[in-house]
Structure formats: structure tokens, C-alpha cells
């Protein structure tokens, strides 16, 4: 099981940008997906998550700015992050759970790298 994150990079405040995550070696449309990211020197935190049924959650920072979406037959999850803030600046990472998203990262069985999103003020 596999998963590859990448969409990073250095933006201005108020851009737009997307992340995708890539899984393989499960059968993606039954787990749900996770985003996390962490800041230089503090903890992981949940982003977003969307479950097998479609189901989403957002971490309360960035709701109304983010949007998680899937595609199975790519077998990838989407963050299309939008009014980015210099405080988004993180390494993201995606993690992957049977069936239903939850917010508690050791929930979560299987972690791609990090990418790293800058967001410059």
C-alpha cells in the first residue's frame, strides 16, 4: 500500500492551490482519506477528511477555504485550498483509513510523504 502526496509549493496569501494524493495497492473506493498537516515545530494536525461514502469533515481553520473531493477511478484524493494564509504554511500529508474518516491520526493505518506548501504574506 502506497500513498504519494505532491501539489506543494510556494504561493502568495490568497492563492489558490491543490494537493492530490495518489493510493494504491487497496481498493480505494472502500477507505477514506485523510489530510493532515504540521508546521515547523508543532503538532500533526487534521485538515480535512472524506470518507468511502463521500462523507467530509473539516477541521474548523479551514472550512469555507478548502475542499476535499475524490476521484476512484484515479484512485486519488483532491485539497483544492483557496484564500490561503501565511498560517497554512505546513508540510501536508495524506493518510488512509477503512471505510470512515475520523479526525485522531493513529487511526489512520497507512501515511504518505509529506509535501511542503509556503505561503508567503
Known amino acids: 500500500v502506497q500513498l504519494q502526496a505532491s501539489g506543494g509549493g510556494v504561493v502568495q496569501a490568497g492563492d489558490s492551490l491543490r494537493l492530490s494524493c495518489v493510493v494504491s495497492?487497496?481498493?480505494?473506493?472502500?477507505?477514506?482519506v485523510g489530510w493532515y498537516r504540521q508546521a515547523p515545530g508543532k503538532e500533526r494536525d487534521f485538515v480535512a477528511g472524506m470518507s468511502s461514502n463521500d462523507a467530509t469533515d473539516y477541521a474548523a481553520s479551514v472550512k469555507d477555504r478548502f475542499t476535499i473531493s475524490r476521484d476512484n477511478a484515479q484512485n486519488t484524493v483532491y485539497l483544492q485550498m483557496g484564500s490561503l494564509k501565511a498560517e497554512d504554511t505546513a508540510t501536508y500529508y495524506c493518510a488512509s483509513r477503512y471505510g470512515r474518516t475520523v479526525r485522531v491520526g493513529p487511526l489512520y493505518s497507512v501515511w504518505g510523504q509529506g509535501t511542503l506548501v509556503t505561503v508567503s504574506s
Open positions: 495497492g487497496l481498493d480505494f473506493s472502500t477507505y477514506a
